[in-house]
Each structure stands twice: as structure tokens, then as C-alpha cells.
């Protein structure tokens, strides 16, 4: 699935809706195309890859034709080529290429992280050195190198000229957890300082004071899009990789989930005023 994600939901939207349209049965529509209907259910939840032929081949029984069902199948074949993430398979899990391929083209990005810093708001260093030592899965220098290189990929469309916004939430104690050393701790709190003057990023601590919290259960990342055709997703952080979520009861307890973290967050002023006091006292300590 980790191959143009949005694209496939949006084509596998447009399919289910034309099916429904003409009445057809998951069933039936499996054999025009012979294949079984769990395979159209994964197309149409845009989580298998889509032939251009088997599209065609669909929508002709679907009664649909003309610049519909051109811009459908032209619409599969954008669908078939690989997006930069494809680079690493191998190294990075199947269903994080899949949350990497999702946040690509959102417009809106929002990500809370109850330990760590976010993967977004991470300098090398401080990804170098979680990825050392997080999780149980043990890793090769090569393989740490290409995550750290993936991240940065990942962090670059935050610099691009047309940028998601992001907000991000963590809790104040991952400012002080120390992650690879004091140096790498001050690079970090540095780095997000100047992250933070940046006008399609915004920053808030969940403080300590704040007690018992929504965010309590784990990390989650809520992806929005700019086009309508496009309906928004959540993916949960496991031990056992990303849970991808997208039925809209999912999403609206995610939702809640925000919208409670942000009740109990600092500003983001107030956020930049404490990340800057550990700044300079981790440079006098």
C-alpha cells in the first residue's frame, strides 16, 4: 500500500462509489476482473495496487465512460508509480512507509508524542540516538543511517515552498529526557526554537502540572488534505508498527483526543518561553 497512498484512496473512493452506483455486489464486480472480492475491497480501500486494465475493465461494467472514466484510469497509472519512501523498503516497516506515503501530501499534520520528541521535529542526532536505542528490534548502522535519512526527508517538505502545516504536541518530560548525551539535549532544544519562529509550525508542551491526560495512551498522528477527494486519516504508534485508522468514528475520537490536549497545553508562546529557559539552562549546567 505504500506506494502513492493518496492517490489510491482516492481512486479506490471513486471506484466503490461507481459500483455502489450501479448496483453491483463486491461479488460480481470480483468477477469481471477474476479475482476475489476481498481484492476489490483492498482496492477500494485503496490498500492494494489497481491495475489500469482491471479499472477500465470495472468501469465499463459500471456503465461509466468518457472523461470519467479516462481521468480514472490515467488517474490508476499515477497510482502505479513509486514515491521516494519506495527507496526504503527493506529498512523502514511496510506500514510506516504507508504513514510516510499518507503524510506526503498532506496539508495538515497533527502529531502528538507523550515521550519523545516528534520524528518531525527531530535533529539527526536526536533520531540517531533514539533509533539506537528504542524499541526492541536491534539495528545495523546502515540500517539506522537510512531511517535518520528517511526522517530527514520526511522534515524537509516542512522547508518546501508550498509546506503542510504542523501542529505537535508532546509532553513537557521528553524536554529533559536525556537522549543521547547534554550536547545532543541542547542541539535538540536549539533546533526546535528555530522551528518554532517558523510560521506553518506550531509547538505545545503538555505540562507536567497537567497531571492525567487524553494523550496517556500513546502517540497518534492526524493527517489532513487540502482536496475534499480526499478524506483525512490517523495512524497509532505500536509496538507492533503503525495502526492505520480511517472510519469516521476513529477519527472523530482522534479528534477528541486533540482537542482535549490542546485544552490542557501551554501556548505557543508560553511553550517557547519554557523550551528556551532549558536551552539556556542546559547551556550554563
Not at 497531571?211 to 496517556?216: L, P, R, Y
Request: negative net charge; aromatic residues 4%.
Amino acid at each position: 500500500m505504500a506506494t502513492n497512498t493518496v492517490r489510491r484512496r482516492r481512486l479506490g473512493i471513486a471506484l466503490r462509489e461507481h459500483r455502489r452506483s450501479a448496483k453491483v455486489s463486491m461479488e460480481d464486480a470480483a468477477e469481471v476482473i477474476s479475482v476475489h472480492k476481498t481484492t476489490i475491497s483492498r482496492m477500494e480501500r485503496g490498500q492494494a495496487a489497481t491495475k489500469p486494465l482491471f479499472v477500465q475493465a470495472l468501469l465499463e461494467h459500471y456503465k461509466v465512460d468518457g472523461l470519467e472514466a479516462s481521468a480514472l484510469v490515467e488517474l490508476a497509472k499515477e497510482a502505479s508509480r513509486p514515491g521516494w519512501w519506495r527507496a526504503y523498503a527493506g529498512v523502514v516497516d511496510e506500514r510506516h512507509l504507508d504513514h510516510i506515503a499518507l503524510e506526503s501530501e498532506a496539508s495538515r499534520i497533527s502529531t502528538w508524542e507523550p515521550v519523545l520528541i516528534p520524528a518531525l521535529l527531530q535533529t539527526e542526532e536526536y533520531a540517531r540516538a533514539v533509533l539506537e536505542r528504542a524499541g526492541v528490534e536491534s539495528l545495523t548502522h546502515t540500517q539506522i543511517d537510512r531511517r535518520v535519512q528517511a526522517r530527514a526527508e520526511r522534515q524537509a517538505r516542512l522547508h518546501s515552498d508550498d509546506p503542510p502545516a504542523l501542529f505537535a504536541m508532546f509532553d513537557e518530560g521528553a524536554l529533559k529526557r536525556p537522549v543521547g548525551g547534554k550536547e545532543v539535549r541542547s542541539g535538540q532544544l536549539a533546533h526546535l526554537l528555530e522551528l518554532a519562529e517558523m510560521p506553518n509550525i506550531t509547538i505545545q508542551l503538555i505540562p507536567t502540572s497537567a497531571g492525567a491526560h487524553a494523550g496517556v495512551t500513546g502517540s497518534v498522528t492526524l493527517l489532513d488534505y487540502a482536496s475534499d477527494e480526499d478524506p483525512p486519516v490517523a495512524f497509532l504508534e505500536t509496538v507492533g508498527g503503525d495502526l492505520y485508522l480511517d472510519e469516521p468514528g476513529e477519527l472523530k475520537v482522534c479528534r477528541a483526543v486533540f482537542d482535549a490536549l490542546r485544552s490542557d497545553a501551554l501556548s505557543r508562546d508560553e511553550t517557547v518561553q519554557q523550551i528556551a529557559q532549558l536551552a539556556a539552562e542546559s547551556e550554563l549546567g
